[in-house]
């Protein structure tokens, strides 16, 4: 199993940037990827979800602004990400899991985590 997450950078508020994260090893079909980030001297914080049927759930904080999606012929789910502020700043991780959709937020329920890609915001 190996997810790679990328895309990361430096971004000015009110930009745009897409996170990739390239499955291998597993029939993304099988499992749900979430997003989650964490800032510094922060707890990570589960960002958005996508179900390995149909269903995707984002949190509140960037609900109208991300949106998740998913590519089957290139194994990847991506997190765009519009309208960027400052306090997106973090290290985006994505994870597979199959959480109960009431609780995709809560890391625990993810078993294989991929690295960080960071995301700054400049204000």
């Known amino acids: 199993v190996q997810l790679q997450a990328s895309g990361g950078g430096l971004v000015q508020a009110g930009g745009s940037v897409r996170l990739s994260c390239a499955a291998s090893g597993f029939p993304l079909g099988s499992y749900g990827i979430g997003w989650f980030r964490q800032a510094p001297g922060k707890e990570r914080e589960g960002v958005s979800y996508?179900?390995?049927?149909?269903?995707?759930y984002y949190a509140d904080s960037v609900k109208g602004r991300f949106t998740i999606s998913r590519d089957f012929a290139k194994s990847t789910v991506y997190l765009q990400m519009d309208s960027l502020k400052p306090e997106d700043t973090a290290v985006y991780y994505c994870a597979i899991g199959r959480p109960v959709s009431n609780a995709w937020f809560t890391s625990s329920m993810y078993y294989y985590w991929g690295q960080g890609t960071q995301v700054t915001v400049s204000s």
């Open positions: 996508i179900r390995s049927g149909h269903g995707t």
